[in-house]
């Protein structure tokens, strides 16, 4: 972990600074009354499909185990059932705080009430779950991941781009969606079809590629969802000798996105420090669990309440910083991210 405590030199700009005063919400507004002995925190994972997810784990158990809780770790391996059954269980198990990665968040309103009638505080973690009234939303700038997007195929002369985005259920997808439209229409760039990935599964992005394969050759440049997804578009497009040809862009930084990235055949990613989320994640997630309040001034609608919003910006990565940004920070070692290359 040691590479993650570079990474945040990077973003020191959007560090979160908080105290033990001031009201997040009216459910943390009480007096500490929790024993820091035995503090335990549930947290709930979507799946482990993505690459990024076991980063976030480790550096959350690591920073709340410093702190002397211990963290209940659930995978609900992308089943929305199953990830309900788990929150409940780690409800009725009585942990102090609940942290959660969400499937689909828009079915886990009565979830999310069973926590609260315990007097259990709700995370929402990088994925807002709506009409929820969770106790903290912390997640990246999802709408700044986007126009990102967006201006890296702008700049590289895009005039009708393939958006192959993650699934409906994801409210990040539509966020990030927003931010690249918007600076796709101002320049005025034609957005010729759009598809979305069920469950994530990257595979369905490759898949696309080669049943549209007509309007693949219309478009001169591929918005990918994640960079996950981005690398089964590469491959597929490696078929018909388009790698390299057809700009594409993805999200988090992944290991075959950064050597693809230096091979050519991905124009851009967006890195997102998951070590300083979850870190920050854990530090307000043990606050809550102790029944502290937090002062955080920036909120964001859940769709029914103002919901206290802790971001971080996300950092554009090419061929141009990848190495001052991603192996520098200790993200990626420079002998994987170039290995095809040297």
Known sequence: ???????????????????????????????????????????????????????????????????????????????????????????????????????????????????????????????????????????????????????????????????????????????????????????????????YCDGWKAELGGAYVYDNMDTIRQADAIMCGNDDVATSVIRALAVSQLAGVVPVVGQDADLPACQHIVEGTQLMTVYKPVGELAKQAAELSYKLALGQALSVETTISDGSHEVPYVTINPVAVTKDNIDDVIIAGGFHSHEDVYMNVE
């Open 1 to 195: 972990m040691k590479g993650f405590t570079k990474i945040i030199s990077l973003v020191a700009a959007s560090t979160l600074l908080f105290s033990g005063c001031g009201n997040i919400s009216a459910k943390a507004d009480k007096p500490q009354t929790k024993d820091k002995d035995g503090i335990e925190i549930g947290l709930c994972f979507d799946s482990f499909v993505i690459e990024r997810w076991e980063k976030d784990r480790d550096v959350f158990v690591d920073t709340a185990s410093g702190l002397g809780a211990t963290v209940n770790v659930q995978n609900a391996n992308g089943d929305v059932d199953k990830q309900i059954e788990q929150i409940e269980y780690l409800v009725d198990k009585g942990v102090d705080c609940l942290v959660i990665i969400p499937v689909d968040g828009s079915v886990l309103g009565d979830a999310v009430a069973l926590a609260h009638e315990k007097d259990i505080p709700v995370v929402s973690y990088d994925r807002l779950i709506p009409n929820a009234d969770t106790d903290l939303y912390i997640s990246f700038d999802n709408n700044m991941v986007g126009q990102m997007l967006g201006e890296a195929l702008v700049d590289a002369g895009a005039t009708k781009v393939v958006k192959i985005c993650g699934p409906h259920t994801d409210n990040n997808v539509s966020l990030v969606s927003d931010g690249f439209d918007s600076v796709i229409k101002e320049h005025n760039v034609e957005i010729i079809d759009s598809y």
